[in-house]
């Protein structure tokens, strides 16, 4: 049984940063893409970033371009989010997710391809 369980969130200033942590266990064979999402309250779960088997390919939505860094460690079977300049729309619920069967280079962006999750982490940025 594969779970994933993040840490990290908590509450920040705008303007300042915070880490997301989303530990992977249980047995994978198989290559995996990592891929970040949140969920603000009475909207859908969107996709912030993702990262390729190999951690080469990233991929991050305009909102969050050049400010926030995806990560992976496959030797400790961790994820990373890194976020800086974290502003007040940024607030929502985190969640880490994998897709397995990936090729090494590809990244995953929609939600509905993705087979495992965590269990959301929540981010409160006050301004």
């Known amino acids: 049984q594969v779970q994933l369980v993040e840490s990290g969130g908590g509450l920040v200033q705008a303007g300042g940063s915070l880490r997301l942590s989303c530990a992977t266990s249980?047995?994978?064979?198989?290559?995996?893409?990592t891929g970040w999402f949140r969920q603000a309250p009475g909207k859908e779960r969107d996709i912030v970033a993702a990262?390729?088997?190999?951690?080469?390919?990233?991929y991050y939505a305009d909102s969050v371009q050049g400010r926030f860094t995806i990560s992976r460690d496959h030797d400790k079977n961790m994820g990373y989010l890194k976020m800086n300049s974290l502003r007040p729309e940024d607030k929502a619920v985190y969640y880490c997710a994998i897709r397995t069967g990936t090729e090494w280079h590809q990244v995953t962006k929609k939600l509905e391809d993705y087979q495992y999750w965590g269990q959301g982490n929540q981010v409160t940025i006050s301004s």
């Open positions: 249980g047995r994978i064979f198989t290559s995996y893409g």
């Open positions: 990262i390729s088997w190999n951690g080469f390919v990233t």
